[in-house]
Structure formats: C-alpha cells, structure tokens
C-alpha cells in the first residue's frame, strides 16, 4: 500500500490546515503521527476504516478532527486553532487490518508508512 500526505504548510496560530493522506487501497486502521525537531514521533490522531472510531491525544483533542473518505481511500486531518507547538512533520501511516486500540498510537505498529509534510505554525 502506498500512501501520499500531503496539505501542509505554513500558517499563523490560531489558524487551519487541513492534511490528506490517499492509499493506494483500502485500509482498516490510519493514524497520524507528527515529530518536532528534537522530539520523539507521538501520536496525534487515528480512525478505524469500519465503524469510524476516532481516537485523539489528549493535546489535540477538541482541535483537530479525524475523518475518511470510504469512496476515496483518503483519511483526512483537519487541524483548527493551531498553535505554534504543533509545529512538526506530520506522518500518516495505516494498517491493513482491525488493530487492538493500544496499537492505534503506536507508529511501529502500522504496516505502512508514508512521507512526512511539513506544518509550521508561527506565533
């Protein structure tokens, strides 16, 4: 499976960015991941592919929304009120199967990987 991110850049805080991350097929679990510079990679966001569930880390949480698009194979981050600590490279990665929820926020757990985009706040 190959996956494509794209949607970031530069923004004051405060504002919007909206990522997109397109498979090459159908999966059933995609998780967004961000590292800092000088920062481990953490988790930001996931969905199950079936049903829809969404799971957020807490700073992110009323903020940014997670959503996919079944039609499209594209699992989308919309990112409001940002603020210059999430300034990151942004990773989506997604599993071909249903995976235990302690495995949504584990990037090592995702079969693929795709590249990161940059998003960069400014204060």
């Known amino acids: 499976v190959q996956l494509q991110a794209s949607g970031g850049g530069l923004v004051q805080a405060g504002g919007s960015l909206r990522l997109s991350c397109a498979a090459s097929?159908?999966?059933?679990?995609m998780g967004w991941f961000r590292q800092a510079p000088g920062k481990e990679r953490e988790f930001v966001a996931g969905?199950?592919?079936?049903?829809?569930?969404?799971y957020y880390a807490d700073s992110v949480k009323g903020r940014f929304t997670i959503s996919r698009d079944n039609a499209k194979n594209t699992g989308d981050l919309r990112m409001n009120s940002l603020k210059p600590e999430d300034t990151a490279v942004y990773y989506c990665?997604?599993?071909?199967?249903?995976?235990?929820?302690?495995?949504?926020?584990?990037?090592?757990?995702?079969?693929?990987r795709g590249q990161g985009t940059q998003v960069t706040v400014s204060s």
């Open positions: 097929r159908r999966t059933e679990t």
């Open positions: 990665a997604a599993h071909p199967n249903r995976v235990i929820l302690s495995m949504i926020s584990d990037f090592n757990s995702y079969d693929y």
């Open positions: 969905i199950r592919w079936t049903g829809g569930n969404t």
